[in-house]
């Protein structure tokens, strides 16, 4: 009953569809700077899903499709790609990747490899049913304003006996390169981040699986998945400082940020130097069949 009282009183904000787009708006240079380090989960999904074999894919939140090179010549040459997002600045920058010029409000068409580029919100897809014998959603899921409607919009735009792949936020503890900040903010500084939904809502196993059932999905696997990032000496910890994330707890320290920024910088050292152990993040990985 506490616990309820202290929700109604001090309600977790969720963050609106607007103020996501925005954010990715904002930070796209920022994150697509370090965007290799996030890739070794799709390299797996698109692996377990074995692109090679299918003919119509859909990715939700692609982002700057780092490796687009890799998985669009892994697919077969008359396979359309269907590649969407909902930051404008994400999308230009995949355009200019694949070598094409990407127009806001349009679809791009890269014919060498029967791409696909166009702003689409994953929640409200704007493809026929049962478009889609692939279905790609990598570390989007978990910041979505509503993950039971794209999952829902999800096995709507799949043809039956189609498979989707999604990868969230994963183990907390081992992904301290986004929790490490608020936590050296909270314990050492005695400041307390404002009381958010985070990422890692839906780290937990049996809940994803739940979610997935609940939507219609069947042959559902899930696991967890470490991918460390390349900060492996002192120069890359100093780079830290201008990821979106850190940043952001930068800020939140006030007057205090150089204590901040050298109470991280020892943290990071001890896992880097002394434990001899990568930072990164923990995923976890679901692909789940429409019956």
Known sequence: MAEQQQQQTNPIKISSLEEVKQFWEDNAESYLSKDQAHNGFYYTLINMLKLEERK?????GAGGG????????????EANYYATDISDSM?????????????????TFIPNYNLHISNANGEQLPFKDETFDCYICNLCLQITTNPD???????RVLQKGGYAGFTVWGDKEKSKFFTLSSKVLSEQFGIQVPLV?????????NQL???????GFTNIICWNQFQPFPYI????IQALFTIPSIKD?????????EEFKQAMIKEFQQIIVNNREPIGLDGLMIIAKKP
């Open 56 to 60: 119509n894919i859909l990715e939700v």
């Open 249 to 257: 707890s930068l800020k939140k320290a006030g007057d205090k940020q």
């Open 149 to 155: 409607k794209m999952l829902s919009e999800a096995i």
């Open 197 to 205: 939904r985070n990422s890692f809502h839906l780290n937990d196993k």
């Open 233 to 236: 000496d002192e120069q890359d």
């Open 91 to 107: 999308l230009e920058t995949l355009c200019k990747r694949m070598g094409g010029q990407y127009t806001p409000n349009q679809t």
């Open 66 to 77: 780092y490796l687009y090179n890799h998985s669009l010549q892994r697919k077969l040459p």
């Open 209 to 215: 699986i739940k979610l997935l059932e609940n939507a």
